[in-house]
């Protein structure tokens, strides 16, 4: 069964940065296409960023563009988030998840498994 566990959340002013890690366990890491997504209070899923499974493509939501960076060390079975200039609403709770199938990376519809969430809150 594969368990994501997300760390690295927290408490951080603007214009500051937080870099989130996602370590998969209990199946071979490289098979699968990795995101993040995040949810604020009130609001839907939505998607922040994502890496093919053999990391030479990425993709970011516009709203992120330039300031996260999405990467994963396959040895580590772990996928990051970096994050600069963060804003105030870039508060969230962000999750990891895992994709094994064919899908549209963007979509949270595709992704098989999900991180129990990490918190980040951006004071202004």
């Known amino acids: 069964q594969v368990q994501l566990v997300e760390s690295g959340g927290g408490l951080v002013q603007a214009g500051g940065s937080l870099r989130l890690s996602c370590a998969l366990s209990?199946?071979?890491?490289?098979?699968?296409?990795m995101a993040w997504f995040r949810q604020a209070p009130g609001k839907e899923r939505d998607f922040v960023a994502a890496i093919n499974r053999n990391g030479d493509s990425t993709y970011s939501a516009d709203s992120v563009k330039g300031r996260f960076t999405i990467s994963r060390d396959n040895a580590k079975n772990t996928v990051y988030l970096e994050m600069n200039s963060l804003k105030p609403e870039d508060t969230a709770v962000y999750y990891c998840a895992a994709k094994l199938k064919f899908g549209a990376l963007t979509s949270r519809y595709s992704y098989d498994y999900w991180g129990q969430g990490t918190q980040v809150t951006v004071s202004s």
């Open positions: 209990g199946r071979t890491f490289s098979y699968y296409d």
